[in-house]
C-alpha cells in the first residue's frame, strides 16, 4: 500500500488516505493510525500529538494506561480487560427495557460512541478522553447532545457498580442545558373540526381515527396508550380506563412511559369515542375481513389487531390538517390540548396531573403560561377587597 512522507513532519505519514505516526516506546517501534483526515489541519493535529507522546516517554510518563487513552483504537494497547462496545453490549442485553427505548440507546451508541469508544477498555476510559471525543463530534444540536452524554452517563455508572471503574469518567463532562419544548396546543373549536372532519371520510374504516384522536384530545392520553388501550381495560359503566400498556415499534408493552398505571376518568367526548369505536369492532366483525375479534379499542382499518406504532396515525393526521387549513403541529398535542383546555376551565393542577400521569410540578412547569394567563386579573381583583387607604 503507498504511503507517503515527502514534505510530512517527522515521523507522520499518510498511508492508504490515513493518517499515522511512529515513535519508539519500551525499545519496540511503534506504529499507530490516527481517525483524523489527511488534511493539512488533520496532518498538524497528528504532528501535535507525536510531540506529545515523545515528551510523555522522554520524562518517563508514558506507562500502558495513557497509552490507552492517547490510543483508544490500537491493536498494540496493552490489554486493560473488557471493552466499552462489549460491556456496552452486555448492559443493553441484560436490561429489561422497551423495545422503542432499547432502539434509542442502539442508535445513540452506534451513532456517535461506538465508532471512538468500540474497542477501547472500559478501564481506560477518562475524562480527558471522553472531553477528546466529545470534541471530535459534530452534534447536530444541544438536544442530542444532552441525550448521547446521558445515556453513556449510564453505562458508565454500571460499570462503576459493576467494579469495572472507580469512578465515572463522564461525570465532569458539562451536559448542554435543557432546552424547553414549546407547548403548541390547538384551540378547543380546532381541535372539534379536526374529529369532524374525520368522522366525515368517505372510506369508513378509517373513521376508526376519528374516534381515536377524539380519545386523545378529550382524555390527554399518549398516542402510545390510546393505542394500547384495550377492552378489558375499559369500564363504561363507571366511565374510566386503566392506562396501563404502551405500543412501540409494533410491540404492546405491559406498562407506562413513566412506568406507573393510572385510571383516567372518562367525560362525555371520551364516551362518545369509545362507544363509537365498540360499533366500529360490531360492524368489522360482521364483514368480510379476516379478523373478527378486535381486543384494542382503536384498531387500524386494515388486517391488524393494533397500530404497531404512533408513527401510523400520521398519515390521517397531516392531510386532515391540511385540508382544514390548521396550521400543522404534531398530534401529540393532542395531550397538551387536553391540558390547557382543563386549565382554562378551571379544574385542579392536581387532578389534572393525575389525568395526564404527571406530578403536579411538571403540570405547573409546563402549562406555567396558561395557569398564569387565564387567572391573572382574577387574582388581581382581590386587591378591591384589600384595606381602604385614606383619601385627601
Known amino acids: 500500500m503507498a504511503r507517503s512522507t515527502m514534505g510530512l513532519p517527522a515521523g507522520v505519514e499518510v498511508r492508504g488516505g490515513t493518517v499515522r505516526i511512529r515513535f ?67 448492559w443493553l442485553d441484560s436490561r429489561s427495557i422497551a423495545a422503542g427505548t432499547r432502539k434509542n440507546y442502539v442508535s445513540i451508541l452506534n451513532t456517535y460512541w461506538m465508532r471512538h469508544l468500540a474497542i477501547t477498555p472500559v478501564a481506560a476510559i477518562t475524562p480527558t478522553l471522553l472531553r477528546r471525543v466529545v470534541a471530535d463530534i459534530q ?9 448521547a452524554l446521558t445515556k453513556l452517563n449510564t453505562i458508565l455508572d454500571s460499570a462503576v457498580g459493576d467494579g469495572l471503574l472507580p469512578k465515572n469518567p463522564a461525570e465532569k463532562i458539562e451536559l448542554p442545558k435543557r432546552t424547553k419544548k414549546e407547548i403548541n396546543p390547538f384551540r378547543q373549536d380546532e381541535a372539534d373540526r379536526i374529529i369532524a ?6 372510506h369508513w374504516p378509517s373513521r376508526i381515527y ?33 392506562i396501563c400498556r404502551t405500543v412501540a415499534l409494533g410491540v404492546v408493552e405491559e406498562r407506562t412511559k413513566t412506568g406507573a398505571d393510572r385510571v383516567v376518568l372518562l367525560n362525555d367526548r371520551a364516551l362518545h369515542a369509545l362507544e363509537y369505536a365498540l360499533k366500529y369492532a360490531e360492524r368489522r366483525a360482521a364483514g368480510s375481513g ?24 400520521h398519515h390521517q393526521w397531516r392531510p386532515t390538517l391540511k385540508a382544514l387549513g390548521i396550521r400543522y403541529r404534531p398530534p401529540y398535542n393532542c395531550r397538551h390540548t387536553y391540558a390547557t383546555m382543563c386549565l382554562m376551565a378551571g379544574m385542579t393542577p392536581a387532578f389534572i396531573a393525575k389525568q395526564l400521569g404527571h406530578s403536579v410540578q411538571m403540570l405547573l412547569s409546563t402549562y406555567a403560561h396558561w395557569i398564569s394567563g387565564e387567572s391573572d386579573w382574577a387574582e388581581l381583583a382581590k386587591l378591591q377587597n384589600g384595606p381602604k387607604v385614606a383619601q385627601d
Open 139 to 147: 452534534w447536530t444540536s444541544d438536544g442530542v447532545k444532552r441525550n
Open 210 to 242: 376519528a374516534a381515536f384522536f377524539e380519545f386523545c384530545f378529550y382524555t390527554g392520553v399518549r398516542l402510545s396508550e390510546g393505542l394500547a388501550l384495550r377492552w378489558d381495560a375499559v369500564d363504561l359503566g363507571k366511565r374510566t380506563a386503566h
Open 290 to 313: 379476516r379478523l373478527k375479534e378486535f381486543p384494542y379499542c382503536f384498531p387500524p382499518s386494515k388486517n391488524s389487531e393494533h397500530v404497531q406504532q404512533t408513527s401510523d396515525v
Open 24 to 90: 519508539v516506546w519500551n525499545g519496540k517501534r511503534r506504529y499507530e493510525t490516527l481517525t483524523l483526515p489527511a488534511t493539512k489541519a488533520g496532518i498538524a493535529a497528528a504532528s501535535r500529538l507525536r510531540d506529545q507522546v515523545k515528551d510523555y516517554i522522554r520524562h518517563g510518563l508514558l506507562d500502558e494506561k495513557r497509552y490507552a487513552e492517547l490510543f483508544p483504537g490500537s491493536a498494540t494497547a496493552p490489554d486493560q480487560g473488557q471493552t466499552f462496545g462489549a460491556y456496552a453490549q452486555l
Open 197 to 202: 372532519a374525520l368522522y366525515e371520510q368517505e
